[in-house]
């Protein structure tokens, strides 16, 4: 088992994955957080539809994509059937009927709307995500956002060490097959042996994530004041573009959503 | 530590340890995160996915909200870890986009709001279960909106409290247990909660 999947070749010269990662990030937000309103198809569908149009302008290959995808299309067929199995609306026909399992037309569609809709809320963040540089990401929080530099770069200061815990992990499974553990096929026993591997691998990050920060402190990381910075995120026009469609593209939706009359909020 | 503070003060500042050492637990659950997403929370929910017992396997997603609360013992400690954790869980990979930023911030909040009812006094075990059981009532509340949105009353009920069952047991009790078995190695030394341990 390999810690962390293969990295996805993006391009990153495309015109959407060019873009400032705060702007990406909060383009992102705007269609997942209003679609959290209501559950209805049509906002749904129309802003599931709008972001995969958009994938080859992030840069992003159709077969990484689905490679990269299959888990949410497992997701998006299970909140499907459980939201069909399990929702109060029963009419229509019945398409299945096993002891107090029941399953209609129109609980099947209910739960198809469901579905759609967690496929419409996660799709543009994965986008956004898959073609952001963290590093990236923290200079842009703390130049426009103003997020505090010690805990952006803190964060980064660790987010880097993830290759180096991908690492140790595969060092520790390999010491403890050298003494007999693992490679059990009980799965109570071979858990057991996962849990202790695990422990022994955040033992180790945080003994080096101590001495981290005293090499950081060395280094006068905690004197917050006249702080540079080396590289200069800039916030330019076509980002504050990106971020108007994005607002836009969400408004045209829900007003649609509003005029078909198929906006139900789900608080009501 | 540059300029000496009173002792409040010094009580919620956050030294460069706390914030390096908050940040890699979130990057070791961010990175456990991604592996759960891909591999055992696919495997899983096959049989009992979206049921209303799915959160009965969802109380991983909370512990780095109480490990990071218990360990660091600051105000926005649990919070802080939990949305580190999910925001490298989404870089690493993960198929459900920002929609696991935004509940890393529910279920931290949850948590945090626990620790701050608390005062930031508390940080036993009973300190650490209701922190869970906070994590796993934001966790519940978050996810009957999102992914079982159309469920029947009674049983959005029921999910919420299986969340809050897992936050409580396995967030909290999971949580608790793994501070102290870090406290026992003394990987813990330049934080509180690795110095009240008794010597051996």
């Known amino acids: ?268 | 530590m540059s300029e000496p503070g009173t002792v409040e003060l010094r009580r919620h500042r956050w030294r460069t340890v706390d914030i390096v050492v908050a940040s890699v637990i979130g990057v070791v659950f961010g990175v456990v995160f991604a592996i759960w997403n891909n591999v055992v929370y696919s495997a899983i929910s096959g049989p009992i996915g979206s049921s209303p017992l799915a959160p009965l396997v969802a109380g991983i997603w909370l512990i780095p909200a109480v490990v990071g609360g218990l360990v660091i013992r600051k105000a926005g400690a649990a919070l802080y870890t939990e949305v580190v954790a999910a925001t490298v869980s989404m870089f690493f990979g993960s198929v459900w986009g920002l929609s696991v930023f935004m509940s890393g911030v529910w279920q931290g909040l949850g948590a945090e709001l626990v620790f701050a009812l608390l005062l930031y006094r508390r940080w036993g075990l009973l300190a650490a279960v209701l922190a869970g059981g906070g994590a796993g009532l934001a966790m519940g509340l978050y996810e009957i909106n999102v992914y079982v949105s159309t469920y029947a009353a009674d049983w959005k009920l029921v999910y919420v409290l299986s969340a809050v069952a897992t936050g409580l047991v396995v967030a909290g009790g999971l949580g608790w247990l793994l501070v102290r078995a870090l406290a026992r190695t003394g990987a813990l030394a330049p934080f509180s909660a690795g110095r009240t341990q008794r010597e051996i």
């Open chain 1, 1 to 268: 088992m390999t810690l962390l999947q293969t990295h996805l070749s993006t391009d990153p010269g495309a015109p959407l994955a060019r873009r400032n990662p705060v702007a990406k990030l909060a383009a992102a937000l705007i269609p997942s957080v209003v679609l959290l309103v209501s559950v209805d198809p049509v906002s749904s569908g129309l802003l599931l539809t709008a972001w995969l149009i958009s994938v080859p302008s992030w840069g992003v290959g159709w077969p990484g994509l689905v490679r990269r995808l299959w888990p949410l299309g497992l997701a998006v067929v299970m909140v499907t059937l459980g939201n069909a199995v399990f929702t109060a609306r029963k009419g229509g026909a019945t398409m299945l009927e096993a002891g107090p399992l029941l399953i209609t037309t129109e609980s099947l569609a209910t739960g198809a709307t469901a579905g759609l809709r967690v496929a419409a809320i996660a799709l543009p963040g994965v986008l956004a995500v898959l073609t952001i540089d963290p590093v990236d990401l923290a200079d842009s929080l703390v130049r426009h956002l103003r997020v505090p530099a010690r805990f952006a770069y803190g964060s980064l200061a660790a987010f880097r060490l993830a290759p180096l815990l991908a690492a140790e992990w595969e060092v520790l499974g390999r010491a403890r097959r050298a003494r007999g553990l693992g490679g059990d096929r009980n799965p109570l026993r071979a858990l057991a042996v996962l849990g202790g591997r695990l422990f022994a691998l955040l033992v180790g990050a945080v003994r080096r994530g101590t001495h981290l920060a005293v090499a950081m402190d060395a280094r006068g990381f905690a004197a917050s004041a006249h702080r540079t910075s080396a590289r200069r995120p800039e916030f330019g026009r076509a980002d504050a573009a990106l971020l108007a469609a994005s607002a836009l593209l969400t408004a045209v939706a829900v007003t649609a959503a509003l005029a078909t009359g198929a906006w139900s909020p789900v608080l009501s």
